[in-house]
């Protein structure tokens, strides 16, 4: 009995931790463009980036989102979207009538989900639709969802034959959060359906619908052509529950900047467009703190379409920036015409790693230490240990005493042990180099009559031995000298 209520016990104190451990999703690590495409196969997982990642020629198509994606702070760079997801959701205009409808954007739609750290630069959402659509950097449709500490840099472009659209800098429509995010977004929306009047809503964070958003920046070049009706907003083009059931408490301390053009093409106008939202239906119940350098650009011309680039046959000059130790190369593309110039062709900051250094030496007691560090900018890239040094044990010379007559040669050689001692190398020297010299190598000359002591050592010092040479004349050298009265 005893031992069932011990069993019993100790189940009870590890239950705790059994469901922790179980409750707590694994985390799919994203190093490269392959492995963006794990999210495809598992929507619910959780994800976390790992490096900054060039989507540069990556067919992508908009992927449902419904799980954690955790950014890292790492960049999505060069992403290009022409296609719209096979999803379908239901939304609904300010009437509350409701259009079957797709999405672009890196996801098209993100429900019950969480974004966090995820940066987009040089994004391009670029499509053409005959159908309902919405179109974003991050997300064409959210449901309940947060965007937190995210930033979209790019271009979002729709030409459209469809009634119910629109283009945000992060997402399109629906409901959620968006905290501390940024948005630099040249968004492009063109109307070619003349039979009907469009719903048409654009956005610096969120096209249609109802979110908090509060300590956001955004900076928006809009353009806008539409033979409907337009809501256009600096925030938020139309700030709605369009049938959504989501309360928004807080739309507060967010700056905006830039400026939308626009054209309502319809006798019946309404031509909504502000800094905030082009149109409120309701309104957070937290509303302050929204600044703005916001400029609402309306023209009566209907006959041109909008947009940012006027030159019929453009001339293009491309300017490479290379990427610094801090900051992005780009690509910048400038018409020579009428001055219009956009960015693409991103690359990410770079060091430029030097030689590595020793920054500690080692010893025979401890190991030692070897940096790598950026040749540019000095910040510390890589280090590594270098191990502790392995002493010689013993140097021994193959001859201790050498008898040699002038002018002759020989080679000494010495054993060092262990063979792998790290202080192996030698030092060869001679204390009567006017009798005997001795090389790097250990070729000892005799050159003068007399005794000399050759020593080796090694380079740490704890080898070493030595040899005396005797250095005497044979008798012809002894005669010749005699003669020559060479000393």
Not at 82 to 106: H, I, M, P, W
Not at 123 to 147: M, P, Q, T, W
Not at 355 to 381: A, F, H, K, M, Y
Request: aromatic letters at 10%.
């Amino acid at each position: 009995m005893k031992r069932v209520l011990s069993v019993l016990l100790i189940l009870l104190l590890l239950w705790p931790l059994c469901a922790a451990a179980a409750a707590e999703p694994s985390v799919t690590p994203i190093r490269d463009a392959e492995g963006m495409f794990a999210i495809r196969s598992n929507p619910w997982g959780a994800f976390r980036l790992e490096a900054d990642i060039d989507m540069s020629g990556v067919v992508w198509t908009p992927i449902p989102f419904k799980g954690q994606l955790d950014g890292g702070g790492y960049t999505l760079y060069n992403l290009t979207v022409t296609d719209y997801g096979s999803e379908v959701r239901t939304t609904k205009d300010g009437n509350l009538k409701a259009y079957d409808t797709v999405f672009a954007g890196l996801f098209s739609t993100v429900e019950d989900a969480q974004i966090t750290d995820l940066h987009l630069k040089g994004v391009l959402v670029d499509v053409e639709v005959s159908k309902h659509c919405f179109a974003a950097g991050l997300a064409g449709y959210i449901d309940h969802s947060s965007i937190i500490r995210c930033s979209v840099d790019g271009q979002i472009r729709m030409v459209s034959t469809g009634v119910m659209v629109g283009v945000g800098g992060i997402a399109g429509y629906g409901c959620g959060s968006v905290y501390d995010c940024s948005a630099d977004v040249e968004l492009f929306f063109e109307d070619r359906n003349f039979n009907s009047r469009c719903e048409e809503f654009m956005g610096g964070i969120l096209a249609c619908g109802l979110a908090n958003i509060d300590r956001n920046t955004v900076a928006i070049r809009g353009y806008d052509s539409c033979h409907g009706y337009v809501h256009n907003g600096g925030l938020v083009g139309m700030y709605y529950h369009c049938g959504m059931s989501f309360t928004p408490e807080s739309m507060a301390n967010n700056y905006i900047s830039g400026f939308i053009s626009f054209f309502e093409d319809n006798p019946d106008r309404r031509a909504y467009c502000a800094a905030t939202f082009g149109e409120h239906l309701q309104m957070p119940y937290r509303y302050l703190g929204n600044r703005n350098d916001f400029e609402r650009r309306e023209t009566k011309d209907y006959s041109t379409v909008l947009a940012p680039e006027t030159c019929a046959v453009p001339d293009h000059l491309d300017e490479v920036t290379p990427s610094g130790c801090t900051t992005w190369g780009y690509t910048r593309h400038t018409c020579r015409n009428c001055g219009y110039s956009w960015v693409d062709s991103y690359t990410p900051p770079c060091h430029i790693p030097g030689d590595w250094q020793v920054s500690i030496q080692p010893t025979v007691n401890s190991e030692g230490q070897e940096q790598l560090r950026c040749s540019v900018c000095d910040q510390l890239l890589d280090e590594r240990p270098l191990p502790a040094l392995i002493r010689v044990d013993s140097c021994r010379l193959d001859r201790r005493k050498l008898e040699l007559y002038y002018d002759e040669s020989l080679q000494l050689n010495a054993e060092v042990l262990p063979e792998d001692a790290t202080g192996r190398a030698l030092h060869w020297s001679s204390n009567a180099p006017t009798v005997a010299t001795v090389d790097e190598n250990g070729l000892v000359r005799a050159v003068g009559k007399g005794t000399a002591l050759i020593t080796v050592q090694t380079e740490d010092g704890y080898g070493r031995d030595s040899c005396t040479v005797t250095v005497k004349y044979s008798l012809i050298q002894w005669l010749r000298d005699l003669f020559t009265g060479r000393p």
